[in-house]
């Protein structure tokens, strides 16, 4: 299948090279040229399938055109190696919890999915090494160093401002070694990705390096998240709760809410979204007014969706065909200070015993306050509650237990290179590699 800019000023390109470029070359972003729909059969059997056999009917879908049954039924089998719960805090609210994954957030899926089929074109067309730089705040970096570790052909470059990620995300991307290196750079966040944006836009360096970008522009990365959408059905289904779904995203960059909304393209009976931002609401006041203004972020304690200008909102336009009477049929959003955020999270340890996630909160919270009588509610948890660890346990009082799995990263042994913010810098020790 072919894939097409949201900017529509340049030609369509194949499944390889949407995902070996990233970003299309007029800055759109890629979309598939047809989204098919699943089978009626499909869905009436769905609550009787697995994780991953939902999975390959979903991944099918998307890339079944374009590489062997066999190899991508081993990709998603690889990637999916965990399970996705379904778990009651109320009568009719449940949190889809994403977070049993290797770095305990739902980017793991798309990052080993991205790493796997990248790995796959390299092999196939016998190409020379590629190089995925990625700048990271905390989460992106983890999720994506740790999909990439140990996949042949590829080197990943993590940047992160030094002293402003906490130790357990520090530690989750810099103790791995192999194809995996940690830059650590003096300077910003902002500053990491000005330096990773330079860097695409250099010449010299692509040719040297044949650079790629692993965020969630990249198909690569955002489409396999449709996955998590069809295993929430398919779970309500077993409870006959799948009637009346309202599914509500804790929404940064979108990528994870638009997957979401291909799924819904695909025959999904979702009844609507719900899309939850915390002071960084963009998409919110776009809902409410029609205009979208995107402007400099703010840090929230759910700083993983601290995004002012939010890249996959090209995709909803073009899904929509730019219509905002069509979006607001779909979608409805919702947005949360920091002191709501922590007045939710205390609220439902207390009455519910369940440890929601800073961005959890908000997406149990929109939930909480705007599902109507006779509506079923998923909100997808998308960060264990341990990766928040200060935060969470000042608002609740007590102590949290890090899962075994984290534990494990802090045991390892930070290992990074200093990085000037500096691009002249940069590029030096790029070509020097
Ligand atoms: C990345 C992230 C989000 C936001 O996801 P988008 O796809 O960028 O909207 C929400 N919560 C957590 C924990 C994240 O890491």
């Known amino acids: 299948m072919n894939y097409y800019s949201t900017n529509h000023q340049t030609p369509e390109v194949s499944l390889e090279e949407a995902v070996v470029k990233g970003l299309a070359a007029d800055k759109g972003l890629y979309m598939p040229c047809s989204i098919a729909a699943l089978t009626q059969s499909f869905y009436e059997q769905a ?120 130790e357990i995300q520090e530690k989750q991307f810099t103790t791995l070694g192999q194809n995996i290196t940690a830059l650590e750079v003096d300077g910003t966040f902002d500053d990491c990705q000005a330096l990773v944006k330079a860097a695409f836009m250099d010449k010299e360096l692509n040719e040297r390096l044949q650079l790629t970008s692993a965020n969630s522009i990249n198909v690569a990365r955002f489409l396999p998240q449709a996955f998590y959408y069809f295993y929430a059905y398919a779970q309500l289904k077993r409870m006959g709760k799948a009637e009346n779904a309202v599914i509500c995203v804790p929404s940064g960059n979108f990528g994870n809410i638009t997957a979401g909304l291909f799924g819904k393209r695909m025959g999904l009976p979702v009844k609507r979204f719900i899309a939850a931002n915390n002071r960084n609401d963009i998409f919110y006041q776009y809902l409410k007014t029609g205009i979208y203004t995107p402007r400099p972020s703010i840090a929230t304690i759910a700083n993983a969706m601290d995004v002012g200008d939010p890249s996959n909102f090209a995709r909803v336009l073009d899904l929509y065909g730019h219509s905002h009477k069509a979006i607001c049929e779909d979608i409805s959003g919702a947005t949360y200070t920091d002191e709501q955020i922590a007045e939710t999270i205390r609220l439902v340890w207390k009455e519910r015993r369940y440890l929601l996630d800073p961005h959890g909160a908000c997406g149990f919270r929109a939930l909480a306050e705007g599902l109507q009588p006779h509506e079923t509610g998923v909100f997808l948890e998308t960060a264990h509650p341990a990766k928040f660890k200060d935060t969470v346990e000042r608002i609740i009082g007590e102590p949290v237990p890090v899962p075994e799995k984290l534990q494990a990263f802090m045991r390892g042994e930070k290992k990074s290179l200093p990085m000037s913010k500096d691009f002249a810098a940069f590029k030096q020790f790029l070509m020097g590699r």
Do not use: C, W
């Open 47 to 166: 609550d009787s399938l697995s994780f991953q056999e939902i999975a390959y009917r979903v991944a099918d879908a998307f890339f079944g055109e374009d590489i062997p049954a066999d190899t991508l039924k081993q990709i998603v089998y690889d990637t999916l190696n965990f399970d996705v719960p379904l778990v009651p805090v109320t009568e009719s609210i449940y949190s889809l919890e994403l977070f049993h994954g290797p770095t305990l957030a739902f980017k793991d899926v798309g990052g080993r999915f991205m790493a796997r089929l990248l790995s796959y074109f390299i092999q196939k067309e016998g190409k020379r090494q590629v190089n995925v730089l990625v700048a990271t705040s905390g989460d992106t970096g983890s999720a994506v160093a740790n999909g990439f570790l140990g996949v042949e052909g590829i080197h990943v470059y993590v940047l992160y401002p030094q002293g402003k990620v906490s």
